[in-house]
């Protein structure tokens, strides 16, 4: 999960990604917002790892590439923990014309809390458009961690162990989804089949503060998913 620009030169095949203009900028990031009769249901852009070099910016823009917004391919237990799931955002990443991955984030019937959205228990997936290198992620990830301060050094090294045993290789249409249950394990799926867990509690809420914290690089990213109260 946790895919940062730097990546791009890491865990893209050489044969898809070569020295290129692709490495001098930043990621465009895709998202929408619609409402239904239920309330308002975000579309959202969702830069899982957003982390990209000091300066450079996240923009919003339309995007005609769409995740699935059914929960028919939600594994049992996802639904399980959600209760009703209830899409909250959903949409593309691209880097200068790549499209990285679709992305969509679900919650159960009380929806995303904004100003802090690890209390509650959610679902965010990625559908991959490339092939990615699981080590690559997990390395990633760990460095917006970092970067972000959270956990102590042996929290973050053990987080790190358990990424790179976790998460695997993947290649276009791949999904693998993270399920985050507040003040449990967060459990990890690959194209719907169970992948494993971190059990420290405190993992989820620093992982996911990757795209949700409010120090995310990827700002507009944040506010298309959560909402207005994001910005606050």
């Known amino acids: 999960m946790g895919v940062l620009p730097r990546l791009l030169r890491g865990g893209l095949r050489a044969r898809q990604h070569r020295r290129g203009p692709v490495h001098d900028g930043g990621p465009v990031i895709a998202g929408r917002r619609r409402a239904t009769a239920g ?13 990209t070099p000091a300066g450079a910016g996240a923009r919003a823009a339309a995007s005609a590439d769409a995740p699935s917004t059914t929960t028919d391919a939600l594994p049992a237990s996802v639904r399980a923990a959600l209760g009703t799931p209830l899409l909250a955002g959903s949409g593309s990443l691209r880097w200068f014309g790549f499209r990285i991955y679709d ?13 802090d959205p690890a209390r509650r228990p959610f679902a965010l997936e990625l559908r991959y458009a490339r092939s990615l290198s699981g080590t690559a992620i997990a390395e990633r990830s760990a460095e917006e961690i970092a970067r972000l301060g959270l956990g102590d050094a042996e929290a973050r090294q053990a987080w790190h162990r358990r990424m790179q045993q976790l998460f695997p290789d993947v290649s276009d249409g791949d999904r693998i989804l993270g399920l985050h249950r507040p003040g449990q394990a967060v459990r990890f799926y690959l194209n719907g089949s169970p992948l494993g867990e971190v059990a420290d509690p405190g993992f989820g809420p620093a992982f996911f503060a990757i795209w949700f914290d409010a120090r995310t690089v990827a700002p507009e990213l944040r506010q298309a998913l959560l909402g207005p109260a994001a910005s606050r």
């Open 103 to 115: 992305a969509t984030l679900w919650t159960g019937p009380e929806g995303a809390d904004p100003l």
């Open 39 to 51: 309330g308002a249901i975000a579309l959202a852009a969702l830069a899982l790892a957003a982390t």
